[in-house]
């Protein structure tokens, strides 16, 4: 994604002052080298691309043609993979709250429901007797320390009683316990070594070697040098993630008559470094010694999850005088005191400038409340072609479920 001034300016002409610019080729890229860093220790590996991170459908429908599969977490994101023309074999249903109905239809479509709670085996019972006849595809969401010091909400517990009865599903003639999966947030190498030889050391203890072994999502992406000296930890490329994950199943597995499919469930990884949100500098002030430039645009824009880094950012000039800054923050149009989208920007900057802010593919758009403004429009460049891929929110989206008589 190659930008010009000339062509931020058409931009801002069509599509208004701030926008996202996608770039599509860099999710393939993204998708196409993380495949091969797994695939080619571990062949029998897949990804699951996670909804919630970017459900942005032109993505979900990429991941959908490269043969992927559809990891989401609630009935909207199944209905949003179902519409875009993903095979219900080819979803798995995550997440600590699923709607009864919803599961029902998904398990009778062939997808897979990874249970997290005790609440829904009883349903999974009622499912699986009412439709003697169909199979049911289970997984179980597998909690268990990895040493990264938090306490994960989510699945069971491997030494409850409850995840002694999910196994129990088992039993049950039409219940096929197709996964066992696991997730945790933490992104570093070490707690990937612990979590898959953990989520291996339970599969032996249990006798059982699933179709399908998934590990989960928090994996690092690419960024740039300026992001990433912002993390305290190391950032791992694709292929060492892969020689700590994909080696281990290779060693465990490789000999064995059908062996089980690996999965992982990358959003980040994939989507974080293929959106930039571009936003006018609208006001420059200095406050008790402080200088502000007010953007069109808010941290809920690049950083809903509010996180101190400051990303990557270009300078556009527009045509009007700038002046050297040495100490100067982006703030956003919204009232609330804590926007900032960039602390602490160092160098030249006028009024009517486009800012460029990179590696905001990451839950931006999905996470991006109705606040103050409805969102900008998302725009794919790539090949030089312009591809509105969302357009511009207007009053009536925010407001047309409101009653107003």
């Known amino acids: 994604m190659i930008l010009s001034k ?115 085996v009883s349903i999974i019972n009622k499912i699986a007797q009412k439709y ?37 599903l088992a039993d049950l003639n039409n219940v096929h316990l197709i996964n066992f999966q696991c997730h945790f947030a933490a992104r570093t190498l070490d707690t990937w070594y612990s979590r898959v030889n953990r989520m291996l050391e339970l599969l032996d203890t249990l006798s059982i070697i699933p179709e399908r072994i998934d590990l989960g999502g928090g994996l690092f992406g690419k960024m740039q040098e300026s992001l990433k ?11 060492e993630y892969a020689k700590v994950v994909a080696t281990t199943f290779y060693n465990r597995f490789g000999n064995v008559d059908n062996p089980p ?14 959106m930039k949100f571009a936003s006018r500098v609208v006001n420059i002030k200095t406050i008790r010694g402080k200088t502000i430039a007010t953007l069109l645009g808010s941290i809920y824009n690049i950083n809903p999850t509010l996180n ?9 000039s527009m045509g009007g005088e700038q002046a050297e800054y040495s100490d100067l923050d982006f703030g956003g149009f919204t009232c609330i005191e804590t926007d900032y989208l960039y602390r602490n920007y160092k160098g030249k900057l006028a009024v009517g400038d486009m800012v460029l802010f ?21 725009l794919d460049i790539c090949n030089g072609n312009i591809e509105v891929i969302k357009r511009m929110e207007v009053f009536d989206d925010l407001f047309h479920t409101f009653d107003f008589e």
């Open 229 to 239: 000296s912002q993390f305290e930890s190391y950032i791992p490329t694709f292929e």
């Open 132 to 168: 003697p006849a169909s199979v049911l595809n289970v997984g179980i969401r597998c909690n268990f320390d990895i040493g990264d010091n938090v306490l994960s909400r989510f699945g069971f517990d491997i030494d409850s009683n409850d995840f002694k009865s999910a196994l129990k």
């Open 261 to 274: 499919v690996l999965l992982i469930e990358p959003g980040s990884a994939l989507v974080g470094d293929c």
């Open 6 to 120: 000339e062509m931020m300016k058409e931009l801002m002409d069509l599509y208004g002052e701030a926008f996202y610019l996608l770039d599509s080729e860099q999710f393939v890229r993204n998708y196409e080298e993380l495949k091969k860093a797994f695939s080619t220790i571990y062949p029998f590996f897949n990804i699951a691309y996670s909804y919630k991170t970017n459900y942005t459908p032109s993505l979900c429908r990429i991941v959908n043609k490269l043969g992927g599969y559809s990891e989401v977490v609630s009935d909207m994101e199944m209905e949003l993979a179902i519409r875009i023309g993903v095979h219900p074999s080819k979803i798995i249903w995550n997440g600590p709250y699923k709607n009864t109905e919803k599961i029902e239809q998904l398990l009778l479509l062939g997808g897979t429901v990874n249970i997290d709670s005790i609440y829904e």
């Open 308 to 316: 101190k880094k400051n990303p990557p950012i270009e300078i556009y």
């Open 358 to 378: 990179s590696n905001v593919g990451s839950y931006s758009i999905v996470l991006k409340p109705p606040f103050i403004l409805p969102n900008f429009p998302v």
